[in-house]
């Protein structure tokens, strides 16, 4: 019992838990400078698609949620001893499956909330269609993406001795962040070129 005694003492401790969560909350930090400055770049966009506007805060809450919730599922599973490994296994599967789920269903109410919000304050709407398209590209691809990244840094963690509830919860908030706006980005620019091409 001394040994388990030493880890808990060492696990649980200020210096421990500073000492893992501190560099990737820096780096986290840095990494939502690059989220603003994607927004910035996405101002032409922005303005050139009513109702975006709308949908961007609240596409990058859902990912953050669903991400990090996924993270967290997996540092549980990965010390309870369910997942120990990169494998197909029906614990990881079922994560990842239930973590893109939800990605889908929450896109389409967000893309649909975002119009009728935009509209019930008497704003200009692109329109049901564009806004859940949008929404359902950026919040699926970036959720496919995100998945394989928690379960890397999730196992990869574990397996070098860092517990993985100090680092995946910052790593996929701020890369959630980052990644989603440069999917939004990349759905905005899809959706101006068709208009373009159908004008």
Known sequence: MPERDDYLDRYTSV??????ALPFELV???????AGIILVKMIDAIEMIPGLLVLVPAILGMRGNISCTLGSRL??????????????????????AGSLTLSLIMSVVLGILAHL???????????????????????????LILAVIAVVITIGAFRHGIDPDNVTTPALGTLGDVITMLMVFCAAKAVIWIWHITL
């Open 28 to 34: 986290c930090t840095i990494g939502g400078v690059f």
């Open 117 to 143: 919000f935009t509209v019930a304050l008497g704003m200009q709407s692109v329109g049901v269609v564009v806004l859940v398209s949008i929404a359902v590209f950026a919040g699926v691809s970036s959720g």
């Open 15 to 20: 210096k421990s838990i500073v000492g893992e």
């Open 75 to 96: 540092g549980s599973a990965i010390h309870l001893g369910l997942i120990s490994r990169i494998e197909r296994n029906p614990e990881l599967i079922n994560n990842v």
